[in-house]
């Protein structure tokens, strides 16, 4: 099973194509906001924002506190898989 990962913004990489980098545990990774911007939130009023992400998409805006208690359970349970494929790719790229 695929899970979102929380991870926070960092950067915006390219407004035009809606393209950000964010932070997942240590590891970041450009990844697409397209799912989390609107006129109310544009890409801009992104940086610092708390986000599941999913095979290199944000899905959604989440609570720090939420980001937390998500990423302290996964790493209770042991399920590191969707953290793993991010390393993994960035190794890759290096």
Known sequence: M???IPGQIITIDDIDNRLA???V????RQINIT???DDAHPPESCVGDWVLVH???ALNRIDAAAA???LAMLDMLG???ELDALIDSQEKRQ
Do not use: Q
């Open 55 to 57: 095979v290199g998409f």
């Open 68 to 70: 937390e208690r998500t």
């Open 35 to 37: 799912c989390i911007i």
């Open 2 to 4: 695929c899970l979102g």
């Open 21 to 23: 980098t964010v932070d």
């Open 25 to 28: 545990s240590g590891v970041r």
């Open 79 to 81: 399920d590191t898989h």
